[in-house]
């Protein structure tokens, strides 16, 4: 699962079915795996909003 959200964090383009398999290999079904997903993509996304917008960054 950590791979998996590394490599969609740092690598997006590159994920393809086989990491959704090796998911699913290690006991991990759809429901999960679009948990997984949603929630790494959903912190990536709002890291990139709140970076955008100098949240947290001194003035």
Same mark, same amino acid.
């Given at each position: 699962?950590? =791979?998996? %959200? *590394?490599? #969609? ?12 398999? /090796? ?5 991990? =079904?759809? %429901? *999960?795996? #679009? ?12 890291? /990139? ?11």
């Amino acid at each position: 699962m950590l =791979d998996y %959200t *590394a490599k #969609l964090t740092k690598e997006p383009q590159r994920i393809t079915p086989a990491d959704v398999d /090796r998911l699913r290999s290690v006991g991990f =079904d759809d %429901t *999960a795996i #679009l948990q997984i997903n949603l929630i790494a993509s959903f912190f990536n996304y709002i890291n /990139r909003v709140a970076d955008g917008l100098g949240v947290g960054k001194p003035a």
